[in-house]
Nanobody, 123 residues
């Protein structure tokens, strides 16, 4: 089992920045690719970004490319999502997720999920 705990959400004005964090426990963190997903009210959960286990290769949704950056620190068992130039449409609950093996963009391919942290961007 892998336990994931997100933090860092909050209220921010459009154009602002926020960093959300996710700390993992329970297994060897470097064995897992990590992803960030988000879910807005009334919408399905969608892929935001992912980072591979060791070479730290990244994937991004087109909607966040150039604004968001995913990083990880295997020594701290943590993954981060730096969000810049935030827009009201970025408002959602943000979830981190873990899977063994390569990074994927479909949520059903992830095995472990955190409880989410809410990000609200005001216009």
């Amino acid at each position: 089992q892998v336990q994931l705990v997100e933090s860092g959400g909050g209220l921010v004005q459009a154009g602002g920045s926020l960093r959300v964090s996710c700390v993992a426990s329970g297994r060897t963190f470097s064995d897992y690719a990590m992803g960030w997903f988000r879910q807005a009210p009334g919408k399905e959960r969608e892929f935001v970004a992912a980072i591979s286990r060791r070479d730290f290769g990244t994937l991004y949704a087109d909607s966040v490319k150039g604004r968001f950056t995913i990083t990880r620190d295997n020594a701290k068992n943590a993954v981060y999502l730096q969000m810049n130039s935030l827009k009201p449409e970025d408002t959602a609950v943000y979830y981190c997720a873990a899977r063994r093996g390569a990074s994927k963009i479909r949520p059903e391919e992830y095995d472990y999920w955190g409880q989410g942290t809410r990000v609200t961007v005001s216009s």
